[in-house]
């Protein structure tokens, strides 16, 4: 296994990208993953875009304590770069991936156990796609279709709990209140998701 330490360079700019990357060969085709740096791979094109080991490493201690050496604030804060961020933290390792491109089972369970943001996205995620797959390849009669539009048709306009009423936060405090009533002085529409509620 091979613990790389690579640049990648626009020709057409010299802008640079330094990352870090887990392989079996270093001289895959593997391109880097950042998000400034995908960008500008989609606009000038893949052709415009060499790569350059740095470092190769025995192991992935040396080689993430490596790009936190190289990709620290006085790099990131430079206008000729596409990191975003500074390097340790990130990466993309070959063997947490399997067919497909999905994360293997054990790296899933540690971020969602690990990362709250992983975890909100990947819930936001399994919910759109059980409520998109939950009526796929089914017929509805008439009948049927009837019964389920009840409910929402009983519910609409002034049988509506949330009817007539808005959401006003100071960006700390949220309340509700009816849309007739004058919102109180430092508050505005909308709600803020405080931390105490997720």
């Not at 740095?54 to 040396?62: K, Y």
């Not at 990191?83 to 070959?94: A, E, S």
């Not at 949330?162 to 919102?183: L, P």
């Given at each position: 296994?091979?613990?790389?330490?690579?640049?990648?360079?626009?020709?057409?700019?010299?802008?640079?990208?330094?990352?870090?990357?887990q392989t079996e060969n270093p001289m895959d085709?593997?391109?880097?993953s950042g998000k400034y740096l995908g960008h500008a791979k989609a606009k000038y094109?893949?052709?415009n875009f060499t790569k350059k080991i740095?470092?190769?490493?025995?192991?992935?201690?040396?080689m993430i304590s490596k790009e936190k050496e190289l990709v620290n604030e006085n790099f990131i804060a430079r206008s000729?770069?596409?990191?975003?961020?500074?390097?340790?933290?990130?990466?993309?390792?070959?063997?947490?991936?399997?067919k497909g491109g999905k994360i293997s089972g054990n790296i899933h369970k540690v971020r969602i156990e690990t990362d709250k943001k992983y975890r909100v996205k990947h819930m936001v995620a399994c919910a759109k796609n059980i409520y998109s797959m939950a009526f796929l390849g089914r017929n509805h009669t008439d009948e049927?279709?009837?019964?389920?539009?009840?409910?929402?048709?009983?519910?609409?306009?002034?049988?509506?709990?949330?009817?007539?009423?808005?959401?006003?936060?100071?960006?700390?405090?949220?309340?509700?209140?009816?849309?007739?009533?004058?919102?109180?002085?430092?508050?505005?529409?909308?709600?803020?998701?405080?931390k105490e509620e997720i």
């Open positions: 296994m091979h613990y790389t330490v690579y640049q990648i360079m626009n020709i057409s700019n010299s802008k640079i990208y330094i990352g870090y990357h085709n593997y391109m880097g094109g893949m052709e740095l470092f190769d490493f025995d192991n992935r201690e040396e000729d770069v596409y990191n975003l961020v500074k390097g340790g933290k990130g990466g993309f390792t070959t063997a947490a991936c399997v049927s279709l009837s019964k389920m539009s009840g409910p929402r048709l009983a519910s609409k306009g002034k049988n509506n709990s949330q009817f007539g009423s808005m959401w006003i936060t100071n960006g700390s405090e949220n309340k509700k209140i009816k849309r007739v009533d004058s919102i109180p002085e430092g508050f505005y529409k909308g709600r803020k998701i405080i």
